[in-house]
């Protein structure tokens, strides 16, 4: 590792910004204010804390990153950490260090605890909050360094912290077309989300695997034999492992047998253009016949996230199975780490409708089509990543709770509308709030990457002045129901629970659902279906029962059926 120097991580951002400014002066000005401010601290693994700061700066500038960042990569963990405040960065360094610092305090309040149903909002909530990519980049410098030192935290916090990196941070970088860093953070993860399965394989793919390289060295003198016969000089020939948190998924495909991968070690042969290509899988295939079905031509037909690459796999050297990529220097760094990389969930639109439910993914197409048009731009541009913000999620608020749960609200929500959509019993019962630990008003505005807590008090009831700044419906209407049921004397009992489903439709889905319903011993007096899409259908229906826990017992089992997108109940 390189030593912890202000002049190494200049001397690595001028040579990753070429011909683009580096403001050498405020990297060395960010360099000292976070070195004293984090004098005598240490992490856990007992390095100098500094360190950390500095590591993720490195990163920040190997990616060209401008000064700017790379000092808020320096300075990203002052304001949590140190007796310096964000205010203190403010009248050192400026509105937009401050900014990104402040970017990424915010980002470091989500915790993810593994609910599913949160993890697409918590991504979305993650670039919302970010406004701004180059805060998503720091968030993403400093966890891979993290993840780098994890082994000295504490068991439990491990557990979390790695799991949220393979389910947030590596999609997120994936998306970014980080392929690279996706890959590192996710095999970074493997360790500690499957420890057996990764000793396991340390055990047992180690072994074949120093074999499988001793082999295709020998390959390797006949390849380039081969190509010289062709004339043509490969630009690189190598073999990489896979990563094992690839290699894992693979195993699960093929029984765990190792002997069916043939892509352990993948012969990679790097050639100067497409003829080329071409001409070396023609000359290999003359010399070792391939496998039937196994010739994949992702240069004619790219992956969907854009892959390009000849792939053949032949009975090689002593009749031994070798799979082969062939590509040229271009695709070759593209596939590595292109930000130009494509996203693959663009793809689910036009193909595989009949396997892949077009819904599961429509509503992540949106923002992942946004966001990638927001990457071609920036790409067509020229320009750097300077100032790119994210805005496209502006009509949307993502608030937090207390656990670090994700709640998505139309701009301009209140406590009061966070309130009811956590339950309309909070709601009810809400008598004020906090936000980031301080009393606001209940009228309060939420701001995105808020956090924010709901004071209750038992049997109170809504106030009538809240309709006026509520911005939600579900908020209105439980005001207004709860008022009417104040003022009628001696107002009905609701005896009836409605339950509304929204479901892709298959043959058999109704009789699932009510079966599931009728095992609660719940009666059904009434069912009223619709579609409300080619794909999407709404299903209502009433039981004959106010008992909430048996509702909502009855739901938890219904949401197990894969195709309910969404569900609710209300008392009627
Ligand atoms: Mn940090």
Redesign the pocket.
Known sequence: MASATVENLIKISREKRLTKPVDAALIQKAFSFSKSAHQGQKRKSGEEYFN??YQ?ALQLAEWGLDSNTISAGLL??VAEDTVNTLDDIKNSFGEEIVFLVNGVTKLGRLKYRGTQRQVENLRKMFLAISEDLRVVLIKLA?RL??MKTLGAVPLQKQKRIALETDEIYAPLAYRLGMQNLAGELEDLSFPYLHPQEYKWLSENVKEKYEERLKYLEKVKIVVNDLLKKINISPAGIDFRAKRYSSLYKKLIRHEMNLEQIYDLVAFRIIVSSIEECYATLGAIHQIWPPLPGKIKDYIALPKPNGYRSLHTTVFCVDNKIVEFQIRTKEMHDEAENGIAAHWAYHDAKEKNVEEKPVFANRKELEWVNQLKNWQEEFLNSGESLEALKIDFFKDRIFAITPKGEVIDLPAGSTPVDFAYSIHSQIGDNCVGAKINNRIVPLDYQIQSGDMVEILIQKNKKPSESWIRFVKTDIAKKRIRSSLKKDHLPGSRERLQTEIKIIAEDRIGLLKDITSIVSRSHINISNVLTAPTSPVLTSIKFRCDTNNKDKVEKVILKLKKIKEIKQIGSKLI
């Open positions: 950390h700061s993720t990203h963990d400093d360094h993290n």
